[in-house]
Each structure stands twice: as structure tokens, then as C-alpha cells.
């Protein structure tokens, strides 16, 4: 045989080896869902039954595109699992019409969190239930202080007699590191407007500054009595009572020997201590027993959700849709999966929305920080065409929607938010380390030619030339300046207005709406009708779609497969990560959004205040 031949019957076998591994691969995904459909048939919904409500995780506005990186969350918490808030509400509002449903129990042992504003929206839900006359349980082991907010909106509250109420209030507190940056030679260089923009911090202080201890405080009061209220409105206690809950726990585990399960039950936060088999007791004579289980008569709010939406799609026919958009997460250059806001992704949707006659209205639903500028601008331009078109859009804003958050969101006929969203932080700034001390303790040197001093400071072991750092402050501050201009003329304001609450502070939804930077307080379905008015759309004459990025087969693979994944993980001994770790990786999470973010210019709307 001949070098040609060689050569092409090895071209016959690479491709007939690629040719078999392509089936094997189709032919497990095919096995997988096979096996996903038959673990996991249409469930039916019992006659008379408790729901179960059991949220995995973080509540989110949007799901993360790999299904796999959720399921294994309970390792990393960069992919810790996720539960969507809508789907909750739509489970729970379902229910409560729905006569074979006779009890709600909320089970929150697996919440992590997620923002005051999402619990707020699934609490009011839990309450509709709750004023159909329809009973709502809670109980738990130990209560976090996220955890307990839910249990807090049940009839009945039981905790294990050697349970807790973790209810503590809120603080912010992060890791700085310039003196550890100094140790290691590294030289940050910071571009910024904005006295209160304070994500640079961390990399050029060893403590907060005045003035961002000043806002922070600003925005997390309001949150924690907004936090307190809800709790005492659907316990109904005495205004203050969250407050000396907290205030009086040294004294009131002392008067009550240490027993912080009875300490929470004197103070009326739950009704009383009650073992798991006492609480299924009591349900089973609510609901029957399920005699597979000898347990109560149950469905979890997965099952009941996979059940009812079938009925529920063959109910919508209204051709008129209001489309909510959702954009969540960190705002970065080009393409992004779910999870984070990709400027050219995003703003495709908002192209289709545009170009869909069906679409008579858009809802903007904003869960983000912000992050890259430049992207920002081509999501606005897009709202801005689709504004152009006749169409109306409406901001409504979840627990953030700040820096470039609100850029996104500025242009829109009306925009809406809760009295605990943090929003505003109006501001731009720019960070570029550089290593060239870094090196110098090394031994290393960096020496060269170029023909400009701008050429020189283009390489990161090398120091930025006075030019380039004016370049860049130059650069920031028409960015601000553009920012507030663009923020004054969508709210018809003067430039001077906006700088006295731009300079990158950071308000809560009540003070925003006070300052005019919010125009009305409300939820996502006060958005949502608004809108529909706005288009001349009379009620239960349109139907509200959500429209995100197509997933692939292998993301719906994946999403098919991620309760399975979970099950492995927990049956590998895998649990989620401790407080501690979780608290360490907070800050982990920030630098890695930092690592992430791709503006081509370097310059960034974006505030890093989400209470996790």
C-alpha cells in the first residue's frame, strides 16, 4: 500500500472511530432520557392532598444554563442549586385554586437565599393561599434568617424541640486587601466618578470608607425593617417585636435555660416545638395517610407544577402577549449563557420582541449589578428602538438593579420596583492591576521599545505611563458624565438633579422612588398590567410570556437530568457548603464576576450589593 493509501485509510478509520463515539454519544442521551422519563412519569395529584412547598437553594429570576453546574451545587458555591421564584409563584397561586389541594407546608431547610424582595413576592403568594381559607403549615429543624421569613407566613409555625430561629438582622461586611496586594507587589490602578462607587475598595483599602459605611447603612435598614414588618405582619405581633427578639437574645435564653426553641416560642415567633412525626401526625389527620409511605398524603411543589401546566397551556389563547424579559445576573460583552447578561444576547431579545406583532408590550424584569458599560449601552439602544416602534416598556425591578443594572432599565416608559430593591448607584469606574513590582521581587525585568507612551503602558507587567492613567480618568468621567446626561433626559430632569443622588450611592427602592429614579413601588404583576394598560390591552385579553435564550439539546439534556445529579450528589455524601465557606466565597464570587468581566474599554457600571 502506498503513502496514499496510508493516508487515507487512516482518514477511513479516524472517521469511522468518530463516526461510532457520535453514535454512542446519541445513544446514551437517548438511554438518559428514557431513563429520566421513566423515574420521573407525569405525576398525578391526589384527590386530597398537602402541597409542599421546598425551594433547593437560591431563589432566582432566571435559571444558570447548565443544569449539571446546578445539580452539583451543593460542592461550589459559584453553581449552588437554584429554585425560579416564578415557578414557585405559579405552583402556590395554582393550588390555591385547586380544590384537591386542602393544606400548604413549607419546607424551606434547603433555601439559601436569594434577596428580601424574592421572598416578599413568594410570602405574598403564600398569603393569598392563606386568605382563600385554605390552611398553611410550616416547620422546621433549625431556621435561617431567609429560611424563617417563609415558615413566618404559615397559620401554624412548629420547630424541633431542639431547633432555633436564626433570625439575627442584616450587615455587610467584605475582605480588603491592600496590604496584602502591596505584600505581593501588585499595583492597582483605579479610574473612577462617584465618591460613593465603592467596588474598588476592597482592592485599595483595609476598611470601608466613610462614605460607603454611610450608604450602606442607608439601604440595609430599610431592607431589615421591611424584613421585620413582614415577619410581624403575618405573625401578627406588636410592631418592634423582631426587634427585641434580636435585641433581648442574651436575657431571653437565659430565662429560658438556653432553649432557643422555646425562647422563639415565648416570644411568639413560632406557635410551638413540635417532632417531624408529631407534624406528620397532625397532617395525615388534615389530608389522609399515603399508605406507600405511612406519611401524609403529599405532593412536592416539582410534581404539582409538572402536572398542572399542561391544563394550563391548553387555557391560553389570547394572541396578545405582554413579554417579560428577564435579565439576570452580571452584564458582560458579547454572547453570555443564562445567569449572566450577555449585551449582544440580550439585547437579540429585545430585537424579538420588537420584530413580534404578537408582542404588544414589553416588561423588563432586572435582577443585576451591572458590569460592563459598553454593554449596557447596546441593551439600551435596543430598548430605546423598541420604544421607537410604539411599543411600551416597563422596568420592573427584583431584590437589585443598580449601576448598570438601572442604565439598562433608565429608558423605559415607567419603571417599578419594591420598597427593598437596591438600585441606583450611578457611577463608572475602571481597575487595571499591573504586576511590575511583582516581577521586581522576582528578579524579573521589563524593558523595551515603543513609539508612544500610550504603546509603553499597554502590557501588565509593565506600570501605567502618566498618559495612559489620564487617558483612562478622562475616559471615566465622560462615561459618568454621559451616564447621568442619559439618566436626566429619561427622567426629564436636569443634569444637576441627578448628580445629587448619582456619585454612586446606592438607595433602596422607597428612597429611589422618593428621589424620582423609581416611579412607582410595586411587584412584577403591577409592572406587568402596567403595561398591558399602556398598550390598550383590557384585562384577560393577552397572555404574559417570558422569552430568555433558546437553550440547546444538551442544556435541555442536562436540565431533564438535574434531580438525578442531585440525588447522586447527596448519596455521595456531598452537602452544601458550610456557613463559613459560604461566607468566605461571597467575596470569591465578586472577584470572579471581576475575572469575567470583558469591557474592551475597561469601564464598568457596577455594584457588587446584593445581601447574600
Not at 28 to 38: E, G, N, R, S
Amino acid at each position: 500500500m502506498g503513502v496514499l493509501g496510508r493516508i487515507l485509510s487512516g482518514v477511513w478509520r479516524f472517521l469511522d472511530g468518530l463516526r461510532k463515539v457520535l453514535h454512542l454519544a446519541l445513544l446514551l442521551a437517548l438511554l438518559a432520557l428514557v431513563w429520566a422519563a421513566a423515574r420521573h412519569p407525569l405525576p398525578l395529584v391526589p384527590s386530597r392532598a398537602a402541597l409542599v412547598l421546598r425551594p433547593q437553594g437560591r431563589l432566582v429570576e432566571q435559571l444558570s444554563a447548565s443544569a449539571l453546574d446546578r445539580s452539583l451545587g451543593f460542592v461550589d458555591a459559584e453553581h449552588e442549586p437554584e429554585t425560579l421564584l416564578r415557578d414557585l409563584i405559579e405552583t402556590v397561586r395554582a393550588a390555591t385554586k385547586d380544590d384537591r389541594i386542602r393544606v400548604l407546608v413549607i419546607d424551606p431547610s434547603q433555601l439559601t437565599g436569594g434577596g428580601l424582595t424574592k421572598l416578599a413576592s413568594l410570602a405574598e403568594a403564600i398569603q393569598g393561599f392563606r386568605h382563600a381559607g385554605k390552611k398553611v403549615l410550616a416547620w422546621g429543624r433549625y431556621a435561617t434568617q431567609e429560611q424563617y421569613f417563609l415558615m413566618a407566613q404559615a397559620d401554624e409555625v412548629y420547630l424541633e424541640p431542639t431547633g432555633a430561629v436564626g433570625v439575627v438582622g442584616y450587615a455587610a461586611y467584605g475582605l480588603y486587601f491592600h496590604d496584602a496586594l502591596d505584600k505581593l507587589g501588585v499595583t492597582v490602578n483605579v479610574f473612577k466618578v462617584g465618591t460613593h462607587k465603592s467596588f474598588t475598595e476592597p482592592f485599595t483599602r483595609q476598611d470601608m470608607s466613610p462614605e460607603d459605611r454611610e450608604q450602606t447603612l442607608g439601604w440595609l435598614t430599610p431592607v431589615w425593617q421591611a424584613y421585620a414588618a413582614g415577619v410581624e405582619q403575618a405573625r401578627g405581633l406588636p410592631a418592634g417585636s423582631v426587634d427585641r427578639y434580636v435585641a433581648d437574645a442574651v436575657s431571653g435564653l437565659r430565662e429560658a435555660d438556653g432553649d432557643a426553641a422555646r425562647y422563639a416560642q415565648l416570644r411568639q415567633l413560632i406557635s410551638g416545638r413540635k417532632t417531624q412525626l408529631e407534624f406528620e401526625r397532625e397532617l395525615i389527620g388534615l389530608v389522609g395517610e399515603d399508605k406507600s409511605t405511612h406519611s401524609f398524603n403529599a405532593i412536592d411543589d416539582g410534581d404539582y407544577l409538572a402536572a398542572i401546566r399542561p391544563e394550563s397551556a391548553l387555557r391560553r389563547h389570547a394572541p396578545a402577549e405582554v413579554a417579560v424579559l428577564v435579565a439576570a445576573g452580571n452584564i458582560v460583552d458579547g454572547e453570555a449563557p443564562a445567569g449572566e447578561i450577555g449585551g449582544d444576547t440580550f439585547a437579540a431579545i429585545v430585537r424579538e420582541a420588537r420584530l413580534d406583532d404578537d408582542v404588544k408590550a414589553v416588561v423588563l424584569r432586572i435582577d443585576s449589578g451591572g458590569g460592563s458599560l459598553l454593554a449596557s449601552e447596546v441593551i439600551r439602544q435596543e430598548v430605546a428602538a423598541l420604544k421607537a416602534a410604539g411599543k411600551p416598556v416597563v422596568a420592573s425591578f427584583s431584590s437589585v438593579a443598580a449601576s448598570g443594572g438601572y442604565y439598562i432599565a433608565m429608558d423605559a416608559d415607567a419603571i417599578y420596583a419594591a420598597p427593598t430593591t437596591i438600585t441606583g448607584s450611578i457611577g463608572v469606574f475602571g481597575l487595571v492591576p499591573t504586576f511590575e513590582r511583582t516581577l521586581g521581587k522576582l528578579g524579573i525585568g521589563s524593558d523595551g521599545v515603543a513609539t508612544s507612551p500610550l504603546a509603553a503602558s499597554m502590557h501588565l507587567e509593565r506600570g501605567l505611563t502618566k498618559e495612559t492613567q489620564a487617558v483612562a480618568q478622562l475616559g471615566v468621567e465622560h462615561a459618568y458624565r454621559d451616564f447621568v446626561g442619559r439618566v436626566a433626559a429619561a427622567r426629564r430632569r436636569s443634569p444637576a438633579d441627578i448628580e445629587k443622588v448619582a456619585e454612586g450611592r446606592v438607595w433602596g427602592g422607597r428612597e429611589a422612588r422618593g428621589l424620582g429614579l423609581v416611579d412607582e413601588l410595586g411587584d412584577l404583576d403591577a409592572a406587568t398590567a402596567a403595561a398591558a394598560r399602556r398598550a390598550g390591552l383590557a384585562a384577560g385579553k393577552y397572555q404574559v410570556t417570558f422569552r430568555e435564550k433558546e437553550l440547546g439539546w444538551r442544556e435541555r439534556l442536562l436540565r431533564e437530568l438535574r434531580a438525578e445529579g442531585a440525588q447522586v450528589a447527596r448519596a455521595s455524601g456531598l452537602a452544601p457548603a458550610a456557613p463559613l465557606a459560604r461566607a468566605l466565597d461571597a467575596f470569591g464570587l465578586e472577584l470572579r464576576a471581576l475575572g469575567r468581566f470583558n469591557d474592551p474599554r475597561q469601564l464598568y457600571a457596577y455594584c457588587a450589593c446584593e445581601l447574600r
